[in-house]
């Protein structure tokens, strides 16, 4: 099992910023894809970044592109979202997501919740106008 800790949540001003952090401890060997999703109240989980597990392959949905910046760490077992020209429309539970890859899809990026296999508890962002 892969377990997965977030943090780095908080509540900033519109125009602001924030960076979250996301650590993966347990079955850290093997090879994963991550992502970043968000949810916000009475609406469904969407995707806001992913990252493949090498090479640096990254997706953003329009919403976050140019804003959002996802970056990670395989040493550290780490993955970051940076959030900046945050929105009062960012506000929402973040998640981090793992997907285990097999080492031929190291440069694939996955954006569908259904294709991620673990989940963090989530950290709350709140953005005030």
């Known amino acids: 099992q892969l377990q997965l800790v977030e943090s780095g949540g908080g509540m900033v001003q519109a125009g602001g910023s924030l960076r979250l952090s996301c650590a993966a401890s347990g079955r850290t060997y093997s090879s994963y894809a991550m992502g970043w999703f968000r949810q916000a109240p009475g609406k469904e989980r969407e995707s806001v970044a992913a990252?493949?597990?090498?090479?640096?392959?990254?997706y953003y949905p329009d919403s976050t592109k140019g804003r959002f910046t996802i970056s990670r760490d395989n040493a550290k077992n780490a993955v970051y979202l940076l959030m900046n020209s945050l929105k009062p429309e960012d506000t929402a539970v973040y998640y981090c997501?793992?997907?285990?890859?097999?080492?031929?899809?190291?440069?694939?990026?996955?954006?569908?919740?259904?294709?991620?296999?673990?989940w963090g508890q989530g950290t709350q962002v709140t953005v005030s106008s």
């Open positions: 997501a793992a997907k285990e890859v097999p080492l031929s899809y190291f440069n694939k990026t996955y954006f569908h919740q259904e294709e991620y296999n673990y």
């Open positions: 990252i493949s597990w090498v090479r640096g392959n990254t």
